[in-house]
């Protein structure tokens, strides 16, 4: 069983960075693929980027790329989204993934076994 625990989130102006981080424990997460996903109120879940660990396979939805980057630690089990240049319909509560599917199917949330619990990020104007 595999944990994820979210961190990083809050409150920022548009034009700031913050740095959300995923920390995993159980087991190691070498060979999965890791996710964040978002959710604003009102509104579908949907995917942000993606990675597949040990890699350099990397994936962004195209509103984000160029601000956002993906990355892993190996040494701390952990994930991290680096957001710069955060707009205001960046607002949402972020959410990693971790699973073991196939990188066809990264941007999928129905790919991933394991969710955290999900971290708010608010952008203001």
């Known amino acids: 069983q595999v944990q994820l625990v979210e961190s990083g989130g809050g409150l920022v102006q548009a034009g700031g960075s913050l740095r959300l981080s995923c920390a995993a424990s159980g087991r190691s997460l070498s060979n999965n693929l890791m996710a964040w996903f978002r959710q604003a109120p009102g509104e579908e879940r949907e995917f942000v980027a993606a990675?597949?660990?040990?890699?350099?396979?990397?994936d962004y939805t195209d509103s984000v790329k160029g601000r956002f980057t993906i990355s892993t630690d190996n040494a701390k089990n952990t994930a991290y989204l680096q957001m710069n240049s955060l707009k205001p319909e960046d607002t949402a509560v972020y959410y990693c993934a971790a699973g073991l599917g196939s990188w066809l199917y990264r941007n999928r949330a129905q790919g991933y076994d394991y969710w955290g619990q999900g971290t708010q990020v608010t952008v203001s104007s």
């Open positions: 990675i597949r660990w040990n890699t350099a396979w990397a």
